[in-house]
């Protein structure tokens, strides 16, 4: 967990040196606002992924030119929070408001654009950085494929919200394209920094891919079992919004009549509902084991991740490769 | 007049053939969404600008090879409409509902950085239609530089809702970030598909930059003496929002007290205020000749960028560079 730790903290610094070095203009206003969530926090995992696996396969060489990509990540998943939050009305995040809710939606919609329109403007100065022209355009593929796979995600996620007919297998192809892309890029952008073989760029995606789906359904398990204090959100929102969680799935497919006729209605977005029902809805996913389940599910994903990195050959940095298994462990145990 | 529309039809089925080939995907009605504005029309100006600067500078097999780079700019500029009609709650454009009035604002987010991400996508193409990858690397640049200043650009113009000092030198800045830098853009690409020397592609981009403003000031024009039905967009619009248009400085600027009171206060976005008002309003700006004085400097505009034509030596095409001096004199001249 040190290491980790460690790792985590001195990869945000240089990452972070590196966005706030080019991410100035004017209006101010609006590159304040841009940078607001960003300034607030975050655990710049995606950034850590990037970084460790170029370390991994090319040592430091590698992670140098991989930090323009690092840092193009980390722009555009917060461009995707930024948004996000304006779709599901989430008044905090990191534990501050959220864009809109401080500088109005309009604000934080052009606050999202200009993060997107700089994520791939870094990827541009990545040829400043050591990298060919030919790997910036392979990093560019990769970073507008997963940008199209985040929309596609999200689109599917508000979908949900009005369907009852949603399966575990449709969540978590939603949750690939939603957080498990972004992931997967982050890894396969390290790859393309240490100038890994097709067939290991692919593999790292894969374990992004892995990793980045364990992340999301121990985050919807933190939503309702965990501790708003150190998850820096309000606890019960996704049950409130009527999100289709796994948490949710598991338990509407083991009901009884009567708690799914309860958990339907408490999860309609258009029902009014008391704070006591929302917690009774809560309970009922332990009372189906929907937590030990879904826990369960995203260890196995985090597992199959940790085997990817076990397969790799020639690894340059193993202590890399351990940092990033750890990750797959820190992804379906951590707490905020 | 005939040549220029008969380009603008031929360039538009080029390009909305490699547009609708390559945006499809699920969930089907993201993608719906995201092609609403684009099947509902307009001009294709955007792209045209690339395609003939490319003929005109290096050929046919330039503006082959311009082909995914036009359509990366007309998507992009998709994804602004669809952004900055939620932001100023624009209902209809190009004669059709707006996309957030149709599938809502979630969705119209979500279009928008669908087009956005594909903008960059169609650019990373732009390797299999014959552009090196250190083209399309020039290419990312100047896309990514152009989405940058667009967003700023509507930053600028959000603000000076809310700002009375707003001169006209301020207005043709945040002008020339929000339209003049994406046509700049345009050309751009389009010298870089021809192979031209940096000059040349500074030149082209100083082209469309004037382009573009002379275009934005005449369609402020047409939004309050142009006809609706002609426009497809409701008259006065600008004036009942109070958006700082270089029609609503000069009159300002030349009105006297009276006069000045009444318009302020319409155009306050907070104030009450009658049809009648509004017409008032708009008759002001006729008064003081703002009509005139607003398509003077326009027409300067146009015309600086039809010197920058005549300056360029050792043209491919000369027939595409009269379309593009005739363009400056349609931007300034269009009824619609």
């Given amino acids: 967990m040190k290491d980790l730790e460690l790792t985590l903290f001195k990869y945000a610094r240089i990452v972070d040196h ?20 960003i300034k607030a926090g975050g655990k710049r995992l995606r950034p850590a992924i990037a970084l460790l696996t170029a370390r991994m396969l090319g040592g430091i060489e590698a992670e140098s030119r991989a930090v323009p990509l690092a840092a193009a990540i980390e722009v555009s998943h917060n461009f995707t929070l930024i948004h996000d939050d304006i779709m599901d009305r989430d008044e905090y995040r990191r534990g501050v408001p959220t864009v809109h809710k401080i500088w109005g939606e309009s604000w934080a919609i052009l606050a999202g654009d200009l993060l997107h329109a700089y994520a791939y403007r870094f990827i541009v100065f990545s040829t400043d950085h050591g990298m060919s022209k030919g790997e910036a355009h392979e990093a560019m593929k990769v970073l507008t494929t997963a940008g199209i796979k985040v929309s596609r995600g999200q689109a599917y996620d508000l979908m949900f919200e009005n369907r009852w007919d949603v399966t575990p297998v ?29 067939e290991v760029v692919e593999l790292m995606g894969q374990y992004g891919n892995l990793l980045g789906v364990a992340f999301q359904v121990r985050d919807d398990y933190l939503g309702v079992f965990g501790d708003p204090k150190k998850t820096g959100k309000p606890i019960y929102n996704d049950v409130r919004r ?37 917690v009774r809805a809560a309970e009922l996913m332990k009372k189906y084991n929907a937590d030990v389940e879904a826990m369960r599910i995203a260890t196995a994903y985090a597992e199959k991740a940790k085997e990817i990195l076990r397969e790799l050959r020639d690894v340059a940095d193993p202590s890399a490769r351990d940092i990033l298994s750890f990750m797959a462990d820190y992804a379906v145990t951590r707490e905020k």
């Fill in 242 to 278: 009527g999100k289709k969680t796994l948490l949710v799935l598991l338990t509407l497919s083991a009901a009884d009549e009567r708690d799914k006729e309860l958990l339907m209605r408490v999860l309609d977005p258009r029902s009014e509902k008391s704070e006591e029902e929302v």
């Fill in 18 to 37: 590196y966005i706030y070095e080019r991410l100035t203009g004017t209006p101010e206003e609006l590159y304040k606002a841009a940078l607001h969530l």
């Fill in 170 to 198: 449709d969540y978590l192809d939603m949750v690939y394209h939603k957080t498990g892309a972004m992931m997967e890029a982050s890894a396969k952008l390290g790859a393309i920094a240490a100038r890994a073989s097709n």
